[in-house]
């Protein structure tokens, strides 16, 4: 899950790490009561990076000029993300950009220190064209990022004293963070020179939704849309796309396989739940309520490979929260046969084999038989 910068640099903050305190606001009326200092930098609150690129941070001297930035980058999209929020904090005078993050690398198996004295660009390019000018570090996990290290990761960006020292508690800090916080990325891009030292621009982090059960104050994601954050709040797998035909099956290999099938007949999935493996008639029900509520299915696809899931719990399922529109189902495997008589007793039919399911779901939502 990523955090909105001004979210990241709240928990930067209880980590001693050095941030601009701004304010966040929704309206550009909003700017007129705020007591700040100028200069300002209003700046795009979005899931996304480059937002500097994007027209998305602009630097004002007066409220005035922050007010008219507001009202341009507010309602603005930035790489497909509409502009909700503006962090308005006092500017920074920068004197020299540079990068530091501690990310999950999995080809080492170990925490990564990655480091520029190019920063402020996308990293990603300084990688591409001039490899030299990043710094890596592998964390042992049973050291963390000791001063000495960071240190050492400082000469290399050319840091000298009193920076230096800086620099390395920065890296302590930050690694510090990441490893409590249960993060994938820890980003400070740009890690900024300022006349008092160094500051922490900008700052991005992706929290580990595996370890989310130890954080449970953390905010819900906003990457989830209403119906795919109620879906996981009841431990359903459950994920919103864009055609027309609703998809329900379980185990996340076979739902796979079931978009490719829907996909390889021609039709597009609107949705897709995974009741998962020992799903019950509840789980059943409750799945058929969510994939409905997405606007704009016409057809269903049940497709249900009983193994420690029972096909006749299942059915009971199905006859319970009956589709509101056609369905196509497919029913085999454990205590099939039961399941198929529950499904035909209460006026469905179900088929046992994939390929011609898909086909008729797919006819279903053409408005065919
Ligand atoms: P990003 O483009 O999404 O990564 O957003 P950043 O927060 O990194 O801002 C982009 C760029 O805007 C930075 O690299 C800076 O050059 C500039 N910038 C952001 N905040 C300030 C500030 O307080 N003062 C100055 N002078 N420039 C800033
Ligand atoms: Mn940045």
Redesign the pocket.
């Known amino acids: 899950m990523k955090l909105h910068?001004y979210q990241a640099k709240e928990v930067f903050a209880r980590y001693g790490l050095p941030v601009?305190v701004g304010v966040v606001i929704e309206r550009p009326e909003q700017v007129a009561r705020l007591d700040l200092r100028y200069?300002?930098?209003v700046?795009?609150q979005v899931l996304?990076?480059?937002?500097?690129?994007?027209g998305?941070?602009k630097?004002a001297k007066t409220p005035a000029e922050a007010e008219a930035h507001s009202r341009a980058i507010l309602g603005m999209e930035i790489k497909g993300e509409r502009v909700a929020r503006l962090l308005i904090?006092?500017?920074?005078?920068?004197l020299a950009?540079y990068y530091l993050a501690f990310v999950t690398d999995r080809a080492t198996r170990s925490a990564v220190a990655v480091a520029s004295a190019a920063?402020?660009?996308?990293i990603e390019t300084v990688a591409q064209t001039t490899p030299e000018k990043i710094a890596t570090l592998k964390i042992d996990p049973f050291l963390g990022c000791p001063p000495f290290q960071a240190r050492a990761l400082g000469r290399r960006l050319g840091f000298t004293a009193p920076l230096l020292d800086e620099f390395a508690g920065i890296a302590g800090n930050l690694y510090r963070l990441y490893w409590s916080e249960d993060a994938e990325l820890a980003e400070i891009?740009?890690l900024?020179v300022v006349g008092a030292g160094l500051l922490c621009?900008?700052a991005?982090l992706v929290l580990d939704d595996n370890a989310a059960y130890r954080h449970p104050d953390r905010p819900a994601s906003e990457e989830l849309t209403p119906l795919e954050q109620e879906a996981r709040s009841h431990g359903l797998a459950y994920v919103e796309l864009d055609g027309d035909i609703a998809v329900i099956g379980n185990g996340a290999g076979l739902v796979m396989s079931t978009l490719d099938l829907l996909a390889h007949f021609g039709g597009r999935a609107a949705n897709f739940l995974d009741i998962g493996g020992g799903a019950t008639t509840e789980g059943m029900r409750k799945a058929l309520d969510i994939v409905q509520r997405k606007p704009g299915i016409r057809a269903i696809f049940i497709n249900i490979f009983g193994g420690i899931t029972r096909c006749d719990d299942v059915a009971r399922g199905i006859v319970q929260e009956p589709p509101r529109v056609p369905a196509s189902i497919r029913l085999t495997g454990t205590n099939e046969e039961e399941g198929q008589r529950i499904l035909r007793a209460a006026g469905f039919t179900a088929g046992l084999d994939a390929d011609e399911t898909a086909k008729a779901a797919v006819a279903l939502a053409r408005g065919g038989r």
């Open positions: 910068e601009q200069p300002v930098v700046k795009a996304v990076g480059g937002r500097g690129k994007a998305g941070v630097l904090a006092p500017a920074a005078e920068i950009e920063g402020g660009v996308d891009n740009p900024a621009v900008d991005k």
